[in-house]
């Protein structure tokens, strides 16, 4: 069971992206046309050299709902890709109702050739003994990923991070020279879908209206602001994706924009997915896929859709235009719909003990992880290592959009809720370390804010079971009951933790020893 649900994840997580900014996912479909080409194709070489203003939802010389004459069974010549993209033009106008200033260049290219461009991630906080800890992210980020229980000690987070997008990696938009690469889902037979053009068009369209600029200038410290702005970006792309399918499926006519109660087939031609030869379909390996990393990277595309269809509900596009102006500030807000404000919470530790902060992360050494990851957390737990935090199945259920003025609503791709996540008010995650004693040791303080008290004790309630789930032994409390000691002797979190719990808060400080983590705990202050 475990391995078919692996497998069904990494063929509906397709990773697209708008270059060096964030990561894009794109699902397959059995209606998405395939292009096949021998060799890396780039439009730029046969885009019409006219110019001349068209009419929304007319590209090049085609209309959206053109019919046009290819056939994808034995490859496409330069002159069907040249109808096939302009069309894929046309329909994301229509779409998107914003007319292109000028065609997008494409180019197709193996995942070989993509993985030996991309290579491994370079950080420019890479580890050097001259430098101190506080100027090095990478140690910083760690400890995120490990307070999250998704990425061990054994790994560093830099590197499970990019060997998992990169190996599930569709698309990409690149702002800095306004190109589309596709990369094949096969080495041998270049492979183009459709939706996943259509994808990285409405990143074209986004960029070429000033949004992914505007959004840049935002400052994103935080992994919560991070992962709530690409909600935006990647939930715009994600609708235009449903949107097509449901023009495909009948479900929505061109002609009038209507719902309809009957299949019409002729609205948009939806050419099927030809019979790819067995031999020419290579098969996407798990083996460096960390489940936890993919599920945080994936949330802007699952619920980013039905956050887009929340604010288009509003007041159309303009609504989604506007937002990019006063982005989302959470997950909570892109995974429930709404305006919500995290509470105040901060937390500083003592600059006279031998732990210190990482000053020159996040904010003032700072991270917030917030709702989605806490999420991902107890899920990877729960199914990667028994944890039985939550009910991981529940997750691949999906949940339904409010239906606005009884309009046609799409459902999150995967459900992100769960009874120790929702009720989220703010966390603050304080990565520390000691080189006090020559070697360097890591650490972290979390505190989390929870909306009640039952909120907290679900939470407390549920990382307890993760600390079971590795055989953590309880080696003391504190004379109140509300801090436990624990340590973890073997695997990939071997370490002590202390779990604090007051009133709507719970904070979780980890070091390497039972004693550093008695040291730390008087070292630190919440404020509220």
């Given at each position: 069971?475990?391995?078919?649900?692996?497998?069904?994840?990494?063929?509906?997580?397709?990773?697209?992206?708008?270059?060096?900014?964030?990561?894009?996912?794109?699902?397959?479909?059995?209606?998405?046309?395939?292009?096949?080409?021998?060799?890396?194709?780039?439009?730029?070489?046969?885009?019409?050299?006219?110019?001349?203003?068209?009419?929304?939802?007319?590209?090049?010389?085609?209309?959206?709902?053109?019919?046009?004459?290819?056939?994808?069974?034995?490859?496409?010549?330069?002159?069907?890709?040249?109808?096939?993209?302009?069309?894929?033009?046309?329909?994301?106008?229509?779409?998107?109702?914003?007319?292109?200033?000028?065609?997008?260049?494409?180019?197709?290219?193996?995942?070989?050739?993509?993985?030996?461009?991309?290579?491994?991630?370079q950080s420019s906080d890479s580890i050097d003994a001259d430098?101190?800890?506080?100027?090095?992210?990478?140690?910083?980020?760690?400890?995120?990923?490990?307070?999250?229980?998704?990425?061990?000690?054994?790994?560093?987070?830099?590197?499970?991070?990019?060997?998992?997008?990169?190996?599930?990696?569709?698309?990409?938009?690149?702002?800095?020279?306004?190109?589309?690469?596709?990369?094949?889902?096969?080495?041998?037979?270049?492979?183009?879908?459709?939706?996943?053009?259509?994808?990285?068009?409405?990143?074209?369209?986004?960029?070429?209206?000033?949004?992914?600029?505007?959004?840049?200038?935002?400052?994103?410290?935080?992994?919560?602001?991070?992962?709530?702005?690409?909600?935006?970006?990647?939930?715009?792309?994600?609708?235009?994706?449903?949107?097509?399918?449901?023009?495909?499926?009948?479900?929505?006519?061109?002609?009038?924009?209507?719902?309809?109660?009957?299949?019409?087939?002729?609205?948009?031609?939806?050419?099927?997915?030809?019979?790819?030869?067995?031999?020419?379909?290579?098969?996407?390996?798990?083996?460096?896929?960390?489940?936890?990393?993919?599920?945080?990277?994936?949330?802007?595309?699952?619920?980013?859709?039905?956050?887009?269809?929340?604010?288009?509900?509003?007041?159309?596009?303009?609504?989604?235009?506007?937002?990019?102006?006063?982005?989302?500030?959470?997950?909570?807000?892109?995974?429930?719909?709404?305006?919500?404000?995290?509470?105040?919470?901060?937390?500083?530790?003592?600059?006279?003990?031998?732990?210190?902060?990482?000053?020159?992360?996040?904010?003032?050494?700072?991270?917030?992880?917030?709702?989605?990851?806490?999420?991902?957390?107890?899920?990877?737990?729960?199914?990667?290592?028994?944890?039985?935090?939550?009910?991981?199945?529940?997750?691949?259920?999906?949940?339904?959009?409010?239906?606005?003025?009884?309009?046609?609503?799409?459902?999150?791709?995967?459900?992100?809720?769960?009874?120790?996540?929702?009720?989220?008010?703010?966390?603050?995650?304080?990565?520390?370390?000691?080189?006090?004693?020559?070697?360097?040791?890591?650490?972290?303080?979390?505190?989390?804010?929870?909306?009640?008290?039952?909120?907290?004790?679900?939470?407390?309630?549920?990382?307890?079971?993760?600390?079971?789930?590795?055989?953590?032994?309880?080696?003391?409390?504190?004379?109140?009951?509300?801090?436990?000691l624990f340590i973890i002797t073997s695997g990939p979190f071997?370490?002590?933790?202390?779990?604090?719990?007051?009133g709507k808060t719970v904070t979780i400080i980890n070091a390497?020893?039972?004693?550093?983590?008695?040291?730390?705990?008087?070292?630190?202050?919440?404020?509220?």
């Open positions: 069971m475990k391995d078919s649900l692996i497998s069904m994840l990494m063929v509906i997580l397709l990773i697209t992206s708008v270059a060096a900014a964030y990561p894009l996912f794109s699902s397959n479909n059995d209606k998405d046309l395939y292009i096949f080409s021998n060799n890396p194709f780039d439009f730029s070489t046969i885009i019409s050299s006219k110019s001349q203003p068209n009419d929304i939802g007319f590209e090049n010389g085609y209309n959206h709902f053109d019919t046009i004459s290819i056939d994808p069974s034995d490859g496409l010549s330069d002159e069907e890709l040249s109808r096939y993209i302009s069309r894929s033009h046309a329909r994301v106008e229509y779409i998107r109702n914003v007319e292109f200033n000028n065609l997008i260049p494409v180019k197709i290219i193996t995942s070989t050739e993509f993985l030996n461009q991309e290579g491994p991630a430098v101190l800890p506080d100027s090095n992210y990478s140690a910083w980020n760690d400890q995120i990923w490990e307070a999250l229980f998704i990425v061990g000690e054994t790994e560093t987070s830099e590197s499970v991070i990019s060997q998992t997008s990169s190996q599930n990696t569709a698309g990409v938009y690149m702002p800095a020279n306004g190109e589309i690469v596709i990369v094949s889902e096969s080495d041998s037979i270049l492979i183009l879908p459709e939706t996943t053009l259509l994808h990285e068009l409405t990143h074209a369209i986004q960029d070429q209206e000033g949004h992914l600029t505007a959004i840049h200038e935002f400052p994103q410290p935080t992994q919560d602001l991070q992962l709530s702005i690409s909600g935006l970006i990647e939930g715009e792309a994600a609708y235009v994706e449903w949107y097509y399918r449901k023009i495909c499926d009948g479900s929505i006519s061109v002609r009038d924009q209507s719902i309809l109660h009957e299949l019409v087939w002729e609205d948009w031609e939806c050419i099927p997915l030809p019979n790819i030869p067995s031999s020419s379909a290579e098969s996407s390996s798990s083996g460096d896929t960390n489940l936890g990393v993919l599920l945080i990277l994936f949330h802007p595309y699952s619920d980013g859709l039905s956050y887009i269809h929340y604010l288009k509900s509003q007041n159309n596009w303009m609504a989604v235009d506007d937002k990019y102006s006063s982005p989302p500030v959470s997950t909570e807000q892109i995974i429930h719909l709404s305006e919500e404000q995290p509470v105040q919470l901060d937390i500083s530790i003592s600059p006279n003990g031998y732990w210190k902060p990482f000053l020159n992360h996040g904010i003032n050494g700072t991270d917030t992880v917030g709702e989605a990851s806490i999420f991902s957390m107890f899920w990877y737990q729960s199914y990667n290592f028994g944890a039985n935090a939550i009910d991981d199945q529940l997750f691949w259920e999906g949940r339904a959009s409010p239906n606005m003025y009884g309009e046609l609503s799409p459902k999150t791709i995967f459900n992100y809720t769960s009874v120790p996540s929702v009720g989220w008010g703010n966390d603050k995650l304080l990565p520390i370390y000691n080189n006090s004693n020559g070697a360097t040791e890591y650490g972290y303080i979390w505190a989390t804010k929870w909306d009640t008290t039952n909120d907290a004790k679900e939470f407390h309630d549920s990382y307890i079971k993760i600390l079971d789930a590795h055989k953590a032994i309880k080696i003391g409390q504190s004379l109140d009951k509300k801090t436990t071997t370490d002590a933790f202390a779990i604090s719990s007051k390497p020893t039972a004693e550093d983590v008695e040291n730390i705990l008087d070292s630190f202050h919440l404020s509220f």
